[in-house]
């Protein structure tokens, strides 16, 4: 089984700076896209950002200049540095990654971590 584990929620003044990790456990064989998703009470789930397995990289609108998507390939590990944050970014930020888990099969999956709480005040 595959399990994906974020860390590095927590409260922070507006203005202030936050760094998120990924890290998935378990049966991997390789990690394709990783990325990080956001929800906020009462809000559907949205794209935050995305990385490709070369580094290519995709922002939601409301983000772009002020959080920065990364990942290291030897550790399977995706992070998410987000600066000069507003309430507004408050939400549960969740991990997504494109895994195949074994080389028998050439099959990939999407896998989600629980989810960690990112809270801003104003």
């Known amino acids: 089984q595959v399990q994906l584990a974020e860390s590095g929620g927590g409260l922070v003044q507006a203005g202030g700076s936050l760094r998120l990790s990924c890290v998935p456990s378990?049966?991997?064989?390789?990690?394709?896209?990783m990325g990080w998703y956001r929800q906020a009470p009462g809000n559907q789930r949205e794209l935050v950002a995305t990385i490709t397995r070369d580094g290519r990289t995709n922002y939601a609108d409301s983000v772009k200049g002020r959080f920065t998507i990364s990942r290291d390939n030897a550790k399977n590990t995706v992070y998410l540095q987000m600066n000069s944050l507003k309430p507004e970014d408050t939400a549960v930020y969740s991990c997504n990654a494109r895994i195949r888990p074994s080389w028998t099969s050439y099959d990939f999956f999407d896998y989600w971590g629980q989810g960690t709480q990112v809270t801003v005040s104003s």
């Open positions: 378990g049966s991997i064989f390789r990690v394709n896209d």
